[in-house]
């Protein structure tokens, strides 16, 4: 317990400042004052008068005080003068309030942060450090003691018992996959959080392309990993792929007419005709579709005709026609 000693000549009661005051029967006011909850403020009169009278019933030279109130001594002198004083305490302090994170875990090769809060006048942590945080990474018992302005003094203490292991396992070893074709790469779904290096947050992704597949994941102590996993592709399917209708009606579905091409083009060329044979739509861009006009004007339902040059890496040159049905 802190106990604070008030002296009657140096700050709270003045009663016994000066003989010659007592004797001229002066009557003063002490300074008001307070302490922090839980502890005591010792009162002192002074010492060297006859008689000692304060309104708690104590007659000794002083108190000890540990609530709020308002007090007040009456001393006689050897010469029987009379003096008095009072003094207000207020109400205690509040302690500060500390909470530190009680935690028992620290997850592997990681580290916690202990913070006491801020805006107290001083910190002294187990180690001796006086931040008001401290950066912890193995198990033991750490401790904080803060005081505030009013001099009061709150404490707080964490025991970090285990190192918890990181997540392992959770992501599928290196895979082989059809180039273009929509392949599904799946993670644990044991985890609370999951962040892919491409910006999803499920606990899978969809691929086309090959190449190397980040994921973080953390788990339900705030433990993170890391993994990876590689994705090569080949070409299960070889060749060029016209449908036979379309419809272009922006519902995004079917709405251009282009080909699916699977192998590596180095040479194409489309043209697409109605049956008077006026062209229209050309393009050596096999991504890039027909969407059922010309110019800004919409083209009718009904059949078109189209003929396609294309050359396959390492194939030779082929040409391929067709017709296709628009429909509205």
């Known amino acids: 317990m802190k106990f604070i000693t008030l002296a009657i000549t140096t700050q709270y009661i003045a009663i016994a400042k000066t003989a010659q005051g007592l004797l001229n029967n002066s ?3 002490g300074n008001d004052t307070s302490f922090c909850a839980g502890d005591s403020i010792l009162l002192n009169a002074g ?13 000794a030279a002083t108190i000890w005080i540990s609530k709020q109130g308002t007090y007040s001594v009456k001393v006689q002198s050897a ?6 004083d009072t ?3 207020n109400k205690p302090f509040s302690l500060p309030q500390i909470s530190l994170d009680q935690d028992n875990w620290i997850c592997e090769g990681g580290n916690r942060t202990l913070n006491a809060g801020n805006g107290y006048q001083s910190y002294h942590w187990q180690d001796g450090s006086v931040s008001s945080a401290l950066n912890v990474d193995t198990t033991g018992i750490y401790s ?3 005081k505030d302005q009013n001099g009061c003094v709150g404490v707080d203490t964490v025991i970090i018992t285990k190192i918890l292991p990181k997540p392992t396992g959770f992501l599928m070893t290196d895979t082989l996959i059809c180039d273009g074709f929509p392949t599904k790469i799946q993670a644990s ?5 999951y962040s892919w290096g491409i910006g999803d947050k499920n606990n899978y992704i969809t691929v086309k392309k090959g190449g190397s597949y980040t994921l973080t994941v953390t788990d339900q102590y705030g433990c993170t990993s890391t993994a990876s996993v590689s994705v090569t592709t080949k070409q299960c399917v070889f060749g060029i792929f016209f449908p036979n209708a379309f419809s272009p009606n922006h519902d995004g579905h079917n709405d251009l007419f282009r080909p699916n091409a699977f192998g590596e083009l180095t ?3 489309l043209q697409i005709f109605n049956r008077w044979g006026q062209k229209m739509f050309e393009s050596e861009d096999y991504t890039k579709g027909w969407e059922g006009n010309l110019g800004n004007l919409l083209q009718v339902s009904g059949a078109y005709a189209w003929i396609c040059h294309y050359q396959f890496e390492g194939e030779p040159e082929k040409t391929q026609s067709g017709t296709v049905v628009l429909i509205r």
């Open 27 to 29: 009557c003063c006011q």
């Open 47 to 59: 010492s060297g008068f006859q008689n000692y009278s304060w309104n708690t019933g104590a007659s």
């Open 79 to 84: 010469n029987g003068c009379y003096g008095n």
């Open 87 to 89: 003094v207000i305490i």
């Open 144 to 146: 904080v003691r803060v």
């Open 189 to 193: 779904t044991q985890y609370s959080d």
């Open 267 to 269: 040479k194409y060329q």
